[in-house]
C-alpha cells in the first residue's frame, strides 16, 4: 500500500467553527507533513512530525494545531480560522525526515473558510 | 537558505514535440533535487529525484532531468509530449539538515495541443 488518504475530500467552515484534518499511511513511515497550497502556488510546507514527536513548525498561527497520535497517523485540528486560511492542504510522509527522502503525498483536503 | 526557480510559468507544446522544463536551484551545501506533477484537484505524484548518484535521472512517464552543477540546473525533459502529460510541474530542492523540508519552485504549467 503507497498511499497517503486524507479526510474529509472537502470542509466548509465557520470562522468561529472547530473542525479537524485527517490523514493516514500504512507504508511504515517515520516522517509525516502538513503543507498548505494556494490557487496557482506551490506548497508551502507547515509542520513536520519526525517518529511522532514535532520537528519542524514554518511559525504557523496557533489556530492550527497538528496532532501525531501515532505513526500512522496525523491529524490537523483547526480553530477561529480566517477566510484566507482557505486553500488545499496537503499531508505528506516519508521513511524518515532526512534531506533525499521521497514525500509521497495524499489527494488533500480542499478547505474553505466562510 | 536555498531556493529553486522555475523560468516560465506557462509553457505550450505540441503532441509528439519536446518538455523541457526549466529548473535553476541555488544551495551552500549539495542539493537533493525533485520534480513533482499536480493534476487539477490532485495531490503531488514524484516524477523523479536527484540525490547526488547518476546525473542523468530517468522517471516515469518517459520523464528524465540531468544535474549540472556547473549551471546549477536540474532541467526536466521529455522526447514526445502526450495529452496526458498536461499538468502543473514543480520542481523542489531539500538538504541535509533541513529535515526533509522541500523547498518548491513557483510551478510550471504545461499544456499540450494537438
Known amino acids: 500500500d503507497t498511499e497517503v488518504t486524507q479526510t474529509p475530500k472537502h470542509l466548509v467552515m465557520g470562522m468561529t467553527n472547530k473542525k479537524s484534518l485527517k490523514c493516514e499511511q500504512h507504508?511504515?513511515?517515520?516522517?509525516m507533513y502538513w503543507y498548505k497550497q494556494k490557487a496557482k502556488k506551490p506548497p508551502e510546507l507547515m509542520f513536520v512530525y519526525s517518529y511522532e514527536k514535532l520537528s519542524i513548525n514554518e511559525s504557523v498561527p496557533s489556530r492550527f494545531s497538528p496532532e501525531c497520535p501515532n505513526s500512522s497517523l496525523l491529524n490537523l485540528h483547526l480553530h477561529a480560522l480566517q477566510p484566507e486560511d482557505s486553500a488545499l492542504y496537503l499531508c505528506a510522509s516519508s521513511q524518515v525526515a532526512g534531506a533525499g527522502n521521497e514525500q509521497f503525498f495524499g489527494p488533500g483536503t480542499r478547505l474553505t473558510v466562510l | 537558505a536555498q531556493s529553486v526557480t522555475q523560468l516560465g510559468s506557462h509553457v505550450s507544446v505540441s503532441e509528439g514535440a519536446l518538455v523541457l522544463l526549466r529548473c535553476n536551484y541555488s544551495s551552500s551545501v549539495p542539493p537533493y533535487l525533485f520534480w513533482y506533477v499536480q493534476y487539477p484537484n490532485q495531490g503531488l505524484q514524484l516524477l523523479l529525484k536527484y540525490t547526488s548518484a547518476a546525473t542523468l535521472v530517468k522517471g516515469i512517464n518517459g520523464f528524465e532531468a540531468e544535474f549540472k552543477k556547473s549551471e546549477t540546473s536540474f532541467h526536466l525533459t521529455k522526447p514526445s509530449a502526450h495529452m496526458s502529460d498536461a499538468a502543473e510541474y514543480f520542481c523542489a530542492v531539500s538538504v541535509r539538515g533541513g529535515g526533509n523540508k522541500l523547498t518548491f519552485g513557483t510551478g510550471t504549467q504545461l499544456k499540450v495541443e494537438l
Open positions: 507504508m511504515g513511515h517515520r516522517a
